[in-house]
């Protein structure tokens, strides 16, 4: 096995341990295990565990905002249908039985105090679904898509948190359907539209 082989597989293993367990009950040995590679090639690998947590994290960014951004592309015939896509997506990822809510949320909620790798790439992530948002609603007549956008990715963060904790799925239908309230009500406004309370 080469190394680029052993890392995939390592990386593998992490992200099924770590987000399906938690990052700080699985130690290095079970991964190593999970992995089917020697503790010197995980090493090799990733020196520390820190390091394994960040590319894990950071992979599973790219994946997590690509697997989003097809599901958009592929479902949402306008522009209008953009935004609210991204709520029927989060409703298809929250009836995986493997769904254990948010992997930045839950990263930072475990190691963001004592972890500055961990709070950056969790930071990146939300930064980055911030700046996809924002793209989406952009094509629409508001007069403040980053306002709207903001609006978007709070309500998304809450439904992914509510439907982690109450293994309830329809934390997506409620959440399209604010997001569907709010995205009429900015676009009532248009691109005039004041950004928000005077």
């Not at 597989?9 to 190593?32: C, K, N, P, T, W």
């Not at 960014?61 to 949402?76: G, I, M, N, Q, T």
Request: aromatic share 8%; with cysteine; glycine share 10%.
């Amino acid at each position: 096995m080469d190394q680029e082989e052993a890392r995939s597989r390592i990386l593998d293993a992490a992200e099924e341990l770590f987000y399906g367990r938690g990052i700080q009950a699985v130690g290095m040995d079970e991964l190593r295990a999970a992995a089917g590679v020697s503790l010197k090639r995980l090493y090799q690998c990733f020196p520390a565990k820190h390091d394994l947590v960040e590319a894990y994290l950071r992979r599973r960014d790219a994946r997590w905002r690509a697997e989003l951004a097809e599901h958009v592309s592929r479902h949402a015939a306008t522009a209008e249908d953009r935004p609210l896509a991204v709520f029927d997506w989060l409703r298809a990822w929250f009836a995986d039985p493997g769904f254990r809510g948010c992997a930045f949320i839950n990263s930072f909620g475990e190691l963001g105090p004592v972890s500055d790798g961990v709070t950056g790439v969790a930071r990146h992530h939300k930064q980055a679904v911030h700046a996809y948002v924002t793209g989406l609603v952009s094509a629409l007549p508001v007069g403040d898509p980053a306002l709207l956008a903001g609006q978007l990715v709070l309500l998304m963060d809450g439904a992914i948190t509510t439907a982690a904790v109450s293994g309830e799925p329809a934390a997506a239908e409620y959440a399209h359907t604010v997001a569907e309230a709010l995205v009429t009500a900015a676009r009532a406004g248009g691109p005039g539209a004041a950004a928000g309370p005077g």
